[in-house]
């Protein structure tokens, strides 16, 4: 080889080779100043058998939940069980969060995106009482504004980590659980009043009625049915079955300002039932909130559930206790004629 080949050689070698770093720079310059941050954990190192309690902040009201012997409760709700499942899914999903991608970002633009004061912030505990990992939830992230954007579930949520003042980071999940609603996280399941025996319903303005059966049949007989007057058997069963069907919409929190008076529970409507396995319930339904009765019971049952939850001010949908709370003449079978 020639020394003036050789040279040649060289030359393009070392051309091609800024060629290349030349390219290596406009990639990089291209991409994302995150990139080596995408896809990564969010919350790094967290992980579901460490943590002992999760403490959910937003502006005006603070939900804990705490990791007891006997499963997941609610500290502002007097220890009410929580929904195991749906505390563990929070923190899987929690654990599960990935960079999707991230911004920096001033105060203006926090506030803007409700991750300053005005956002939620999570926070997940040890057994120690240290914390393991935190966030804060900022506005939801929509790929396309929708018409309502306060009812889309949305795309993602913006968020930010405390320790991390000049950064906003999106991810691929709404976050929904991250709310300090206790009606979110509470275990749904009642009490049941399975196999009636008796069901007398005593309303708050006089009025009352009583059914009952001698044998677990559909032989319903309604005390003072008068002449002419027929029970609707119908709806005699719709009225005490119901009574094993009951859910919970919430619980009410013990230290709060609401009276039983406030609650509708000093004057309530009033059902007592037994049952063929020798047990009474005394039921207090008071008004209305929302869609759901304040109640309060009482029961000679040993059943776990039943123990429970009569310590509490519960919350049961209106609609699980319609054909309950239906007024005497309802339970009639309609005179011909009449509609």
């Given at each position: 080889m020639s020394a003036r080949v050789a040279l040649v050689l060289v030359?393009?070698?070392?051309?091609?080779?800024?060629?290349?770093?030349l390219y290596r720079m406009?990639?990089?310059?291209?991409?994302?100043d995150n990139a080596a941050a995408l896809g990564q954990p969010l919350l790094k190192g967290l992980q579901v058998a460490d943590i002992a309690a999760i403490r959910i902040t937003e502006a005006k009201s603070t939900l804990t939940l705490e990791r007891k012997e006997g499963g997941w409760v609610i500290a502002e709700r007097a220890g009410f069980p929580a929904d195991v499942a749906r505390v563990r899914e929070f923190a899987l999903l929690a654990i599960s969060l990935k960079v999707g991608q991230s911004e920096p970002a001033g105060e203006q633009d926090r506030?803007?995106?409700?991750?300053d004061q005005s956002g939620t912030r999570v926070e997940f505990n040890g057994a120690d009482g240290k914390p393991l990992a935190a966030l804060v939830v900022g506005r939801k992230y929509f790929k396309r504004e929708p018409d309502n954007?306060?009812?889309?579930?949305?795309?993602?949520r913006f968020v930010a980590l405390p320790g991390e003042a000049r950064l906003i980071y999106i991810v691929s999940d709404p976050l929904a659980l991250?709310?300090?609603?206790?009606?979110?996280?509470?275990?749904?399941?009642?009490?049941?009043?399975?196999?009636?025996?008796s069901l007398e319903v005593r309303f708050?303005?006089?009025?009352?009625w009583r059914v009952e059966r001698a044998a677990d049949n559909a032989d319903w007989k309604l005390a003072g049915l008068g002449a002419g007057e027929k029970l609707d058997v119908g709806r005699a069963n719709a009225a005490t079955y119901s009574l094993g069907l009951l859910e919970l919409a919430d619980v009410a929190p013990k230290d709060v300002k609401e009276t039983d008076e406030m609650r509708g529970l000093s004057k309530p409507t009033l059902i007592n039932a037994t049952t063929f396995a020798g047990e009474s319930y005394a039921i207090r339904v008071g008004r209305l909130q929302g869609d759901n009765y304040y109640?309060?019971?009482?029961s000679t049952s040993k059943k776990e559930r039943d123990r429970l939850l009569s310590p509490y001010t519960l919350l049961v949908p209106k609609s699980k206790l319609e054909d309950t709370l239906?007024?005497?003449?309802?339970?009639l079978e309609a005179k011909p004629g009449r509609k």
């Open positions: 030359i393009l070698l070392a051309v091609l080779g800024g060629g290349a770093l406009e990639e990089r310059a291209r991409r994302p506030a803007r995106l409700n991750l954007p306060d009812r889309a579930p949305g795309d993602g991250a709310s300090t609603r206790s009606a979110a996280w509470i275990d749904r399941a009642s009490f049941q009043v399975e196999k009636v025996k708050a303005d006089g009025a009352a109640l309060r019971f009482t239906k007024k005497r003449a309802e339970l």
